[in-house]
């Protein structure tokens, strides 16, 4: 017979070649493109109280929102709680970097932006941060990806990327998706 | 028809296989793994291209995250 142990062997040998060789090209795809483009997922670890979050600290509500710092870094901060995110709407510049910053006081929420990268859980007791920069003008969804009761379905929020030519937050460095004009 | 005393059908090497020439049988084991390899070697070169086009042409255009 034509096809023994040994000519049985030598083809899933070879066969196992091909597929280590293509495990390896998108090893070294990855690892090239991330060395690159510094990408690399969130993963700093910070800590907060959700009992005591919306009374003191970086999350009181008239603190959320968009914030332009002093250097000119741009900060969204968020409290996503059953079933809304705080803010509704985010506005964020075009071509800049933007980090957000999400917390939750109650269940495990997800925070994604559709159509881009933009992708974590949020866990109580944790600050959940993200930076990205949006590179075109106009709206993202943003809706709650982890179950986190029965109104989780109605857990969504908007992304507003304004232009920079109409980018123009006020005295206090803040920015909402009022667009003047 | 079976006979009342053959528990089944199995019990009749004749009942059950078609008479197979050696000969025939290891022309087709010959050329059966060339195919099984031209198969796997499609679709793995399939997936491999999809995941490079929605790697390159999805994933990375969308931004880097940090």
């Given at each position: 017979?034509?096809?023994?142990?040994?000519?049985?062997?030598?083809?899933?040998?070879?066969?196992?070649?091909?597929?280590?060789?293509?495990?390896?090209?998108?090893?070294?795809?990855?690892?090239?493109?991330?060395?690159?483009?510094?990408l690399h997922p969130p993963s700093g670890v910070e800590r907060i109280d959700p009992a005591t979050l919306h009374l003191e600290g970086?999350?009181?509500?008239?603190?959320?929102?968009?914030?332009?710092?002093?250097?000119?870094?741009?900060?969204?901060?968020?409290?996503?709680?059953?079933?809304?995110?705080?803010?509704?709407?985010?506005?964020?510049?075009?071509?800049?970097?933007?980090?957000?910053?999400?917390?939750?006081?109650?269940?495990?929420?997800?925070?994604?932006?559709?159509?881009?990268?933009?992708?974590?859980?949020?866990?109580?007791?944790?600050?959940?941060?993200?930076?990205?920069?949006?590179?075109?003008?106009?709206?993202?969804?943003?809706?709650?990806?982890?179950?986190?009761?029965?109104?989780?379905?109605?857990?969504?929020?908007?992304?507003?990327?304004?232009?920079?030519?109409?980018?123009?937050?006020?005295?206090?460095?803040?920015?909402?998706?009022?667009?003047?004009? | 028809?079976?006979?009342?005393?053959?528990?089944?059908?199995?019990?009749?090497?004749?009942?059950?296989?078609?008479?197979?020439?050696?000969?025939?049988?290891?022309?087709?084991?010959?050329?059966?793994?060339?195919?099984?390899?031209?198969?796997?070697?499609?679709?793995?070169?399939?997936?491999?291209?999809s995941w490079l086009v929605v790697y390159f042409g999805v994933f990375l255009p969308r931004g880097p995250i940090g």
């Amino acid at each position: 017979m034509a096809s023994t142990e040994r000519d049985i062997l030598r083809t899933e040998l070879r066969w196992a070649v091909v597929v280590a060789g293509v495990v390896a090209v998108i090893i070294v795809v990855i690892v090239a493109s991330s060395l690159a483009m510094a990408l690399h997922p969130p993963s700093g670890v910070e800590r907060i109280d959700p009992a005591t979050l919306h009374l003191e600290g970086e999350f009181v509500e008239g603190n959320l929102g968009t914030q332009v710092g002093a250097d000119g870094s741009v900060t969204a901060r968020l409290v996503a709680a059953q079933f809304s995110f705080v803010p509704r709407c985010i506005a964020v510049p075009e071509d800049q970097r933007v980090t957000f910053r999400v917390t939750t006081p109650d269940v495990i929420h997800g925070f994604l932006v559709a159509g881009t990268n933009v992708n974590t859980m949020v866990v109580p007791g944790y600050v959940s941060q993200v930076s990205t920069t949006f590179n075109e003008a106009g709206d993202h969804l943003m809706p709650c990806t982890e179950y986190c009761g029965l109104g989780h379905s109605e857990m969504w929020n908007m992304v507003r990327v304004i232009p920079q030519s109409e980018w123009s937050p006020d005295e206090n460095g803040r920015v909402t998706c009022e667009i003047p004009g | 028809m079976a006979a009342y005393d053959d528990p089944s059908a199995a019990a009749r090497p004749e009942a059950i296989s078609d008479p197979v020439l050696e000969a025939d049988l290891e022309r087709v084991l010959t050329e059966v793994p060339r195919g099984a390899l031209a198969l796997c070697g499609i679709a793995v070169a399939l997936l491999l291209v999809s995941w490079l086009v929605v790697y390159f042409g999805v994933f990375l255009p969308r931004g880097p995250i940090g």
